[in-house]
């Protein structure tokens, strides 16, 4: 299993800043993960954090408005950038552990609130 | 057709009622199969893989029926504390990255 921490927990932000959440993992992962889920709804990929290259992106999600960092093995950032309204929504950090089934651990989310 | 399809419920059930979940998935190349637990304002946390066999762990059973693609989660016996919503996750294999249900969610009364 993989124990993974996010900072902030939560946060309320005036439109048109920036937010950086962290992620940090107790172990070594390759595959690491940032979701957003919006109220009610089940979780969205927003991209795939790759260590030493670019985020690899979903449609519908850009590395302009969500930049994200991967410096090593247990840490990735997501910002989430020039945000609006339709921003707030629970991000969370993901990892797939290598093994049979490729099992996900989630941190316990960012819950950003925009005003 | 989404990729894994989920009746989002709710189920209200009563205290030790038995209670069943469907997942359909659409990519028949899927190989990883999941059910997660979902509390209020929570990370989703696994509850349990599924293997082709099928699988039990104390109340709760998973089965995978590949003809048909479908996964299902039995809960016998419910608790209040298993109100939540549960999550079908299927991975397509070749790669790390699964599918999520939209959840279906459980609220067992006394």
């Known amino acids: 299993s993989a124990v993974i921490s996010q900072k902030p927990s939560r946060d309320i932000c005036q439109r048109g800043t920036s937010l950086t959440i962290q992620c940090q993992v107790d172990?070594?992962?390759?595959?690491m993960f940032w979701y957003r889920q919006q109220p009610g709804q089940s979780l969205t990929l927003i991209a795939t954090a790759n260590q030493g290259s670019e985020a690899t992106y979903e449609s519908g999600f850009v590395i302009d408005k969500f930049p994200i960092s991967r410096p090593n093995l247990t840490f990735s950032t997501l910002t989430v950038s020039n945000m609006s309204p339709e921003d707030s929504s629970i991000y969370l950090c993901s990892v797939a552990v290598a093994g049979a089934n490729n099992e996900q651990f989630f941190g316990p989310g960012t819950r950003l609130t925009v005003l | 057709r989404k990729e894994v399809e989920q009746d989002p419920g709710p189920f209200n059930v009563p205290e030790g009622a038995t209670v069943a979940f469907n997942c359909t998935y659409s990519n028949s190349a899927s190989q990883s199969f999941f059910w997660y637990r979902q509390d209020c304002r929570k990370e989703p946390k696994l509850l349990m893989s599924?293997?082709?066999s099928g699988n039990e762990d104390g109340r709760f059973t998973a089965q995978l029926n590949r003809a048909s693609q479908y996964i299902s989660l039995l809960i016998r016996d419910s608790k209040l504390s298993d109100s939540a919503t549960y999550l079908c996750?299927?991975?397509?294999?070749?790669?790390?990255?699964?599918?999520f249900g939209r959840g279906t969610s459980l609220i067992v009364h006394p």
């Open positions: 996750v299927v991975n397509p294999g070749g790669s790390y990255i699964p599918t």
């Open positions: 599924v293997y082709s």
């Open positions: 172990s070594q992962v390759t595959m």
